[in-house]
């Protein structure tokens, strides 16, 4: 949303592409375009897959390319961070501070005192999905009290379940139940606790497709 938002502003011409279903050398013979924006970078599966995209940006330096994922940075473009030439923003940087928060509930006629701001950045960290349904259930006329806070955790565990988690292969949902309650856990403790052999493949899998 952001990046879509923030190209908007732009005058170049965009050509926007889902990196699963991208034909990387038929976009480089398109000269209608000046800045390319690959999502679900995530869904490229090998380093093989990853090499006609970095080709493409290789030899096309006066084009600008936005990548999104919801993995970490590919071994295959780290090479581009390194010399300067990737920036990469995580999803840290998207959290409202204390002053982003209250210009946002200003924005939504939402009047909250400074104590009440307090609670409500040490509750959700700033993340902006949690301010968005707290000033959601504000406006339908709830106070912002213990109780409304109690439902937003159970607003976000809804929004988890049903856009997240319920997403996973069901081996991986399994995996992760098995795990959650540890608060830290390595390879070794998670193929105890699964009894899975391919606990480090589940863990890869994971960490390439989300950002846990």
Known sequence: ?????????????????????????EIAKNQKWDILFVEELHQLQNEEEYQPLCE??????HRRFVLTSRGELPGALIPFRIFGLLEEID????????EDAAEYFKRRNIAL????????????????LA????????????????????????DLYRYYDEMIFRRFPLSIRLF??????FEEFDTELAKMVSGDAEAGKMI?????NSRM
């Open 131 to 154: 301010l968005e349904l707290t000033a959601d259930r504000i406006e339908k006329g709830e106070l912002y009290n213990r109780t409304l806070n109690r439902e937003l955790l159970y």
């Open 204 to 208: 890869a899998y994971l960490e390439k």
């Open 113 to 128: 005192s400074d104590n009440e701001l307090n609670h409500m950045m040490k509750l959700t960290l700033g993340y902006p």
């Open 1 to 25: 949303t952001l990046s879509k938002e923030l190209i908007g502003r732009t005058r170049m011409r965009v050509l926007e592409v889902r990196a699963d279903e991208a034909d990387f050398s």
């Open 176 to 181: 992760l139940l098995e795990l959650a309650p």
């Open 91 to 98: 999803e840290q940087e998207l959290f409202f501070k204390k």
């Open 56 to 61: 493409l940006i290789r030899e096309n330096p």
